[in-house]
């Protein structure tokens, strides 16, 4: 399993991680605000289908020692609130919801694999290249500062994280 998301079909990337278990765990971190906040985005969530999320995200506070946020995400270096509706939950397995509109949708599924948790995120209703990129290089960074929380370990700064990735996402993702 490669820790690089991958394009499954035309707007849509796929990417995988191995986590700590158990799944119980690493559910929480995906549903819990608090946890959830502390390596993607905090607030509200109904879990039941049609239910109500609200992702609210401060990707400049997730970590320390950071560089400043790109020109080109500057807007989002701040404060961001995003609404979205749950269009599938099977606790504690499988949620999905609509992503800053109702055709872009993420979908989460967990497996248990012995003491671990295989976690596979696909984001799809991607418009463009740009999109892809963008989204690849995010789900990374945060699955990568999961995973660091998870074992107890400093993640590496956010944007500065970030940065690198969407670069190395341009080119794979252009190839």
Same mark, same amino acid.
């Given at each position: 399993?490669?820790?690089? #998301?991958?394009?499954?079909?035309?707007?849509?990337?796929?990417?995988?991680?191995?986590?700590?278990?158990?799944?119980?765990?690493?559910?929480?971190?995906?549903?819990? #605000?608090?946890?959830?906040?502390?390596?993607?985005?905090?607030?509200?969530?109904?879990?039941?289908?049609?239910?109500?999320?609200?992702?609210?995200?401060?990707?400049?506070?997730?970590? /320390?020692?950071?560089?400043?946020?790109?020109?080109?995400?500057?807007?989002?270096?701040?404060?961001?609130?995003?609404?979205?509706?749950?269009?599938?939950?099977?606790?504690?397995?499988?949620?999905?919801?609509?992503?800053?509109?109702?055709?872009?949708?993420?979908?989460?599924?967990?497996?248990?694999?012995?003491?671990?948790?295989?976690?596979?995120?696909?984001?799809?209703?991607?418009?463009?290249?740009?999109?892809?990129?963008?989204?690849?290089?995010?789900?990374?960074?945060?699955?990568?500062?999961?995973?660091?929380?998870?074992?107890?370990?400093?993640?590496?700064?956010?944007? /500065? /994280?970030?940065?690198?990735?969407?670069?190395?996402?341009?080119?794979?993702?252009?190839?």
């Amino acid at each position: 399993m490669s820790d690089y #998301a991958v394009v499954t079909a035309p707007g849509i990337v796929r990417i995988e991680r191995l986590l700590p278990g158990p799944i119980e765990r690493l559910w929480s971190y995906l549903t819990d #605000a608090d946890k959830r906040a502390q390596w993607f985005a905090g607030g509200d969530m109904e879990l039941k289908v049609g239910g109500r999320v609200q992702l609210v995200f401060r990707n400049s506070e997730l970590t /320390r020692n950071d560089d400043p946020a790109p020109a080109k995400y500057a807007v989002e270096a701040g404060e961001v609130v995003m609404t979205s509706r749950i269009v599938a939950c099977e606790p504690p397995r499988v949620l999905a919801y609509t992503f800053g509109g109702e055709t872009s949708v993420v979908r989460f599924e967990l497996t248990p694999r012995g003491d671990k948790v295989q976690l596979v995120i696909t984001h799809g209703g991607l418009e463009n290249l740009d999109a892809m990129t963008s989204i690849a290089g995010g789900w990374h960074t945060h699955l990568d500062i999961l995973g660091a929380r998870l074992e107890g370990r400093e993640p590496e700064g956010f944007w /500065r /994280r970030h940065t690198r990735l969407e670069a190395e996402y341009a080119k794979r993702l252009r190839a």
